[in-house]
């Protein structure tokens, strides 16, 4: 609801090195962390640990789009960036909320 309320009002974020470097570090981490799940949880043959990395994947996903908003808001002065990015962030999480309430198996599982 903020980014909606931000994008009318054109409210300009303020820049945040630390969030650029929290995005970066877990864009980096994120894939890494999801491949090593992904392999663990077959040879252990657990449909948790693969929908868990699965969840990790997501975070990766979460991290590019967030990273990407808060770089064109620093960098060519997007301010609109910013808070259409949070509002996919909402969007994907919705989906997967509606996906888990639903059961849905995943694809790795």
């Given amino acids: 609801m903020r980014a909606v ?8 974020p303020e820049s945040s090195a630390f969030g650029i470097g929290i995005a970066t570090a877990s864009l980096i981490v994120m894939p ?10 077959g040879l252990m043959g657990r449909a948790t640990v ?8 997501l975070c990766t996903y979460l991290s590019a789009i967030l990273l990407g908003g808060l770089i064109l808001n620093v960098t060519v002065g997007w301010w609109w960036a ?26 790795a599982c």
């Fill in 5 to 12: 309320i931000d994008l009318v009002a054109q409210s300009q």
């Fill in 32 to 41: 890494i962390l999801a491949r090593a799940k992904r392999r663990t949880g």
């Fill in 50 to 57: 693969l929908a868990d990395s699965n969840q990790t994947q």
């Fill in 82 to 107: 910013d808070p259409l990015a949070a509002i996919a962030i909402a969007v994907l999480a919705i989906n997967e909320g509606r996906q888990a309430w639903r059961g849905d198996a995943c694809d």
